[in-house]
């Protein structure tokens, strides 16, 4: 194996061990089927319009990571559509009206005997806070009358938010977004969810998409990972998420490869931030008018911190390259270091458990100057003794 | 002895093997993996014994004060089960006795990262020393 293979090996595991916790997933997937049932119900008997419920965000990309505290929570994003012209209701109607239909959910909840969420207020988003260690935020929208006015692609997914502190509708196509990040990925999600059928000998669709990882969204999650770690203390600061993955989705370059991926991707991030006269943007791909890094031009030390923290990213990778040869042990502290202990330890025990496992089907071998992996020849069966 | 210094020239042909007085000496380097660090490790053997196995370089750490896993007193490296057979006269030490010790640094190096030893094998009697068949 060569050594960005086996840093490839270590990333991916790190990643892997960003995923949300199954369990976690389960109990919130839970908590959204029942919601979605209620708030479907409720819609058909209030309205005469159709209506549609969605996971949006982090989420539906694939892209979504532990928080780094234990006691932080995982957000889950919701869209909540009422297919109704924009004329028929304000901001303010919509909000209210979606916020009466929360709290009647919560009576609904209390009256079942089950312990309800506490409802609260956002700028955009009423938020449903679960007792387990997450929240569910819900974006009331309208469908955009006018989203090919704001949008380059999926305009029938384009929709209409309320903000408490605009008075225009707000635009938005999560969706849209989403379509846009996938299509970066195509072909390796592609052959990612072919080799999974293949490994467990089934046909491609029966390979759930959510369950498939390509790089782009491992690099994504180890990315936003090492942001979380650099802005523990001051969260307000940090480079945002739709930043790193719009600028890494384009810097993406269809590596198999996480470790490939990781250190191209930093590499040519930077090249998709565009200086229009004396503003940085980092456009949002399905609606040119809307500009990411807004907040830059009357914070710029948002743009420093943003660099200051790729090039941190940088750094660490290099050093993770430069620990080559001085002991996994020296690599892993680097990693560490930029990614956190409890990911790098569960990666560890994850990659010594596969060598045991290859070595007991007799599937080790060691090459010249005794490197062990899957060329040369076999290692033959034995025990380690001693205490 | 020859045949096992002839298979451990052929197979590593940058260590040293050399014997004398009825003990073979191989010294050469394992690099278990290529992030992994380059040990220089010290097999011994005489016919009748165990070969015995001491990494000599770089130092083998010892995080937190605590003792190395799978090794006999004075840290020779505990590579396989003395009583399953695993090891043989009959068999070349260059097809057993080194990929072991090259497994037993991985997993030495996996355990400097995880506290856990995910190699196996069998744990006796910490004072366990003997090292004869």
Redesign the interface.
Known sequence: ???TS??NSWLRNIADSLDLPPEVMASAEKKYTQLHKWLSRDHDEKYNSDAAVYVQGSIMLGTAIQPEKQNDEVDVDLVYRRDIQRTSISQQELKDQVGEQLRDYLVHLKRHGLKPPTLIEGKRCWTLDYPERFHMDILPALPDDEAAKHNTRNLEDAILITDKERREWHHSNPKGYNSWFRDQMRVMFAEKRAMMAKKAEVEVEDIPEHTVRTPLQRAVQLLKRHRDLRYLGNPDDKPISIIITTLAAHAYRNESDVYEALSGIVDRMPGYIEKREDEYWVENPINPEENFADKWKDEPQRKERFFQWLDQVNDDLDEALN??????????ATLTEAFGAEP??SA??N???E??IQ??KGL?K?GA?????ATG?N????????? | MIAQKLALDGRFPDSECSIRKGELVWIGFLQPSSLSAKYKIRIQYRLGQKPRIKALEPELEKPEGRSLPHVYRGDYLCVFTPWNNEWRPDLRIADTIVPWTSEWLLHYEFWLVTGNWHGGGTHPDRNYSDTRN
């Open positions: 194996m060569s050594t086996e840093l620990q080559q040869g001085r002991g996994m042990q020296k690599v892993a790098v330890r560890g025990n990659l010594a458990e060598t045991r070595r007991e080790l060691m100057g005794g490197v062990l992996g020849s290692v033959k069966a034995h025990g380690f003794h001693g205490s």
